[in-house]
């Protein structure tokens, strides 16, 4: 089978395409044909080992897996002895953790893992994206921020793929949405449903007199500090990315009834909390209250250009690697 294979750390040029054998799933495990993968900025941090940080998870001095990819949506081609919910055949998506893999024709993922078979009202294209913005911005908003109707909600990054679902979900949520992005995504932003959007090359938010009960950074562009006086008396700020700042901030003001930060680790939740997320999202997809929102779909030996776009900081949406479809 086809791979991509991540021998050193480096650019987005270490990638080689090779060919190995075709993994044999073990009783616990489905084998899946890949049909799509994300490119992730998670995944472009374990080609090149920076933040160093990172090597704690990959590997010190070269990456432990070699063949990355999280998250996936493909079709089940073999299953274990002890497998009893899925069976040849059956579409699904998921994430398969650090055992990663989606870079590849086929990967085996572990029946404990977040996958679920894809439902048979909706695709694969469709519910994809819901393994990173979705189900990264729908426990930011719902139960760190605790957003309800008539909130006041700013989405920082609002055109990522975790800034744009945070925006519908908000919207679903109940919230009045100001959207920050950049001018080319300013048409977009306002598509997603948001009631305002301000234009970050034009004005700074954070400069104006509005003042909101939560700004969730989806991109980590900004901090507590600069964001404090945005906030109301007892608003609340949120990151996906944070400091070591906003981690202190957030662990002495917990209980605070002032102006607060905090931040969640929402990738490391649990893998059927993560399902009971994408069954949330799911209806929401079928209500046509959130959708899918695709930047760049990839070939397969482009994954280095896929990863180098990825790291501008600057993708609308989701970037995905198309490999067996």
Request: positive net charge; charged residues 25%.
């Amino acid at each position: 089978m086809k791979v991509m294979y991540c021998q050193k750390y480096g650019g987005p040029e270490v990638y080689q395409l090779k060919e190995l054998d075709k993994p044999t799933p073990r009783e616990d495990e489905l084998l899946v044909k890949v049909y799509r993968a994300i490119v992730s900025p998670t995944d472009a941090n374990f080609r090149s080992g920076s933040p160093f940080i990172a090597r704690l998870f990959s590997g010190l001095f070269s990456p432990k897996k070699k063949v990355h990819g999280e998250m996936f949506a493909g079709i089940v081609h073999g299953i274990g002895e002890s497998i009893k919910d899925f069976k040849v055949g059956d579409i699904v998506y998921g994430t398969n953790g650090m055992a990663l893999g989606a870079y590849a024709d086929y990967l085996t993922v572990n029946i404990k893992e977040a996958i679920k078979k894809v439902p048979k009202d909706l695709n694969y294209k469709e519910v994809l994206p819901l393994l990173d913005g979705g189900i990264t911005a729908l426990p930011f908003l719902k139960e760190l921020g605790k957003v309800k109707e008539g909130d006041h909600v700013l989405v920082n990054g609002a055109s990522g793929a975790v800034g744009s679902m945070g925006v519908m979900i908000a919207k679903h949520l109940g919230a009045t949405v100001t959207g920050v992005c950049s001018t080319k995504n300013v048409d977009l932003v306002k598509s997603l449903g948001a009631d305002h959007v301000i234009d970050y090359k034009q004005e700074d938010f954070t400069k104006q007199e509005n003042t909101y009960d939560l700004i969730f950074d989806a991109v980590g562009k900004s901090n507590f500090s600069i964001c404090k006086k945005s906030l109301i008396e007892h608003g609340m700020y949120i990151t996906t990315v944070p400091t070591l700042g906003v981690m202190w901030q957030a662990m002495t003001k917990k209980n605070s009834n002032k102006k607060k930060t905090s931040f969640m680790a929402a990738g490391l939740r649990k893998p059927d909390v993560k399902i009971r997320d994408l069954e949330y999202l799911e209806e929401l997809v079928r209500q046509k209250e959130i959708k899918a929102l695709h930047s760049q779909v990839f070939p397969f030996e482009k994954l280095g250009e896929a990863q180098a776009y990825v790291e501008t900081g600057h993708k609308v949406g989701n970037v995905t690697l198309s490999v067996n479809e």
